[in-house]
């Protein structure tokens, strides 16, 4: 039908156009806001049914759903899975191409997935953009056998790239955010450093003269102490952006997800505290759990990630360990994952503490007091 073929591209087009236009208004935290009307639009313009989007996510090192349509969302809770274990979606990508599987699913994706999905073919479009493979859309009919028209393969294809557009904006724009959070705690940093930090020099001078000091040089440094404090406070309670908001998700449900499944080594959790994360920790608990596991695979060979939680309603504490830190992992690194979560911390009154133990040991603590109202 070479007549109707420039009509069907300027529909496609349109649902492009109409898809990245809402990407910049959702902001980088609400993905699902994009992802999910991607999927919709799969099943409006293909004969599918049930679709869902996955991405793979760098802290998890997992691919997990980021949008569906037609899939009920207890459902989703089973699919996460690693490449590996999903070989339609490794064709997909490695061939560029949509890819489709009718028997032996429990072969071409993970069994838990394979099970939610029942006897069904199943159609795997490859989400990649310049060589980067960013997850894959699993779409069918709801349930039973079909082939795909070559019109619908096409479109299918160009929403998974339009899908990649929007998942590569996205994680640039969440660097270039991580970047200028990390300017405003350098200026920070550099505000404390000047005001308050010239303010005491100013005043161990005074104190370590030797001599008795004149009542007059008591006031002054007594006064200087004060206005330090004062700096220092100011300084501390400017509002800075605070850490990228969640996704609303809590500690406990992403260990208990992490305990199923995690692409590192085994993950052993100890939850030693009888109350909950209180909730203004809970983003700054879960974004130091992400970087210590992002940093265990990245810089040693562990065999075992040990992760603690414990404290009671007056202290917040968490750990995580990891062992097989080679030579290099001595913590000389210029990296500022660490570094940030340090700042995050102090914000909300608490420390993170890094370095390696004995035998190679890394560990990596969070500790913040709680107070009673805020708990
Ligand atoms: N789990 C670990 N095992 C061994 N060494 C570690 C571990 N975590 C951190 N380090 C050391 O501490 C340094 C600082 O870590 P940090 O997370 O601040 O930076 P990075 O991971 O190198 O870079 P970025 O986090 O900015 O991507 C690392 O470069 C590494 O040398
Ligand atoms: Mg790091």
């Known amino acids: 039908m070479p007549d109707s073929a420039p009509i069907q591209r300027t529909d496609q087009l349109d649902v492009m156009v109409e898809l990245l236009s809402g990407l910049d208004a959702d902001g980088v935290d609400a993905p699902q806001a994009f992802y999910d009307p991607l999927c919709e639009a799969v099943s409006r313009l293909t004969s599918m049914e049930r679709v869902m989007l996955v991405l793979y996510e760098d802290a998890r090192k997992l691919v997990v759903p980021a949008g569906s349509h037609g899939i009920e969302p207890e459902l989703l809770a089973d699919v996460f899975g690693t490449l590996d274990e999903t070989p339609i979606a490794k064709r997909a990508l490695a061939e ?52 795909l028209t070559g019109k619908e393969r096409h479109r299918m294809w160009t929403l998974g790239k339009t899908a990649a557009l929007a998942a590569s904006a996205r994680i640039a724009t969440s660097h270039q ?76 449900d992403e260990l208990k997800r992490l305990s199923r499944h995690y692409d590192g080594a085994p993950i052993e959790i100890s939850w030693q505290r009888d109350q909950e994360v209180p909730e203004h920790l809970e983003q700054l608990a879960q974004s130091v759990l992400a970087e210590a596991l992002r940093n265990a695979h990245k810089h040693a060979a562990p065999t075992k990630v040990k992760v603690k939680l414990a404290g009671d309603d007056g202290l917040f504490l968490l750990e995580v360990r990891n062992d097989g830190v080679g030579q290099s992992g001595r913590g000389q690194g210029a990296g500022m994952g660490l570094r940030l979560a340090a700042l995050d911390a102090l914000q909300r009154g608490g420390v993170v503490e890094f370095g390696t133990l004995d035998e190679g040991v890394w560990r990596v603590r969070l500790v913040v007091p709680v107070s009673g109202e805020q708990a």
């Open 177 to 252: 955010a991580r970047a200028r959070l990390l300017d405003e705690r350098v200026d920070l940093a550099r505000e404390v450093h000047e005001r308050v930090m010239q303010r005491l020099f100013g005043v161990s001078l005074v104190l370590g003269a030797e001599r008795e000091l004149t009542r007059e040089e008591r006031r002054r440094a007594g006064d200087e102490i004060q206005a330090a404090v004062g700096d220092l406070r100011s300084a501390m309670a400017r509002p800075i952006e605070s850490p990228p908001a969640g996704t609303g998700a809590k500690l406990r």
């Open 96 to 147: 560029d191409r949509v890819v489709m599987a009718s028997d032996h699913l429990e072969r071409e994706v993970p069994p838990r997935y394979a099970r939610v999905l029942g006897e069904t073919t199943l159609s795997c479009t490859p989400v990649s953009a310049g060589g980067s493979w960013l997850g894959v859309i699993f779409a069918d009919r709801g349930g039973g056998r079909f082939e």
